[in-house]
């Protein structure tokens, strides 16, 4: 098991353009979260997956973003038209999901940059 | 709704000394809490989490944290800093109270901690 895999891990764009990122979980975890980090701040939850249900989206999830996860497997964040203010570090996270008390397993993290 | 609240940024000890970064929680059920490091350029780890069994709870690399429900906080603590520990570390609450139950973490803002030699 290699871990929670995420590509690019850095990505320069500019203003305006589309970009997407990939998230390949842990073989077999049924969830799986995506989170926003900017600078200075802690992790903020984005949006949430059970198999390929996407069952939750936080309100930083404008309109411009929208993620999937076909077949349950890997998943996918795009952002439309990027502003600079979505310069940041996007996080995938999965876990088994069998109990709301386990951990979570972080990949490396796509870092964009839009200028 | 529940919230993390970690007590300083930037935490600066010297190697040997004891490590103690602040977390307090506010929830209006038992939490389930998590401290997590994070390397630069990496992604997060977990140090060790607090599922309601045991207070004291020990994680990795010599690190523990204690549950105190009336101080309603859960303190990660070191007995001797390493270089290797310099990182940033986030505490983290499980959200049991939204009402998709996702499990989804909510995060503290992060302490970033310094060993001097």
């Known amino acids: 098991d290699t871990g929670v895999s995420q590509n690019p891990r850095h990505k320069i764009t500019k203003r305006g353009q589309n970009v997407t990122f990939r998230c390949d979980p842990i073989?077999?975890?049924?969830?799986l979260y995506w989170y926003r980090q900017t600078l200075g701040q802690g992790p903020e939850f984005l949006t949430y997956?059970?198999?390929?249900?996407?069952?939750?989206k936080s309100r930083l999830l404008s309109d411009r973003f929208s993620a999937e996860r076909p077949k349950g497997s890997f998943s996918t964040l795009e952002i439309q038209r990027t502003e600079q203010g979505d310069s940041a570090m996007y996080l995938c996270?999965?876990?088994?999901?069998?109990?709301?008390?386990?951990?979570?397993?972080f990949g490396p993290g796509t870092r964009l940059t839009v200028l | 709704a529940q919230s993390v609240t970690q007590l300083g940024s930037h935490v600066s000890v010297s190697e040997g000394a004891l490590v103690l970064l602040r977390c307090n929680y506010s929830s209006s059920v038992p939490p389930y809490l998590f401290w997590y490091v994070q390397y630069p350029n990496q992604g997060l780890q977990l140090l060790l989490k607090?599922?309601?069994?045991?207070?004291l709870v020990k994680g990795i690399n010599g690190f523990e944290a204690e549950f105190k429900k009336s101080e309603t906080s859960f303190h990660l603590t070191k007995p001797s800093a390493h270089m290797s520990d310099a990182a940033e570390y986030f505490c983290?609450?499980?959200?049991?109270?939204?009402?998709?139950?996702?499990?989804?973490?909510?995060f503290g803002q992060g302490t970033t901690l310094q060993v001097k030699p």
């Open positions: 997956f059970q198999n390929e249900a996407q069952l939750e």
């Open positions: 983290a609450v499980s959200d049991l109270v939204g009402s998709s139950n996702t499990g989804k973490l909510i």
């Open positions: 073989s077999e975890h049924n969830r």
């Open positions: 607090y599922t309601s069994a045991a207070t």
């Open positions: 996270a999965s876990n088994e999901g069998l109990a709301l008390s386990n951990e979570q397993f």
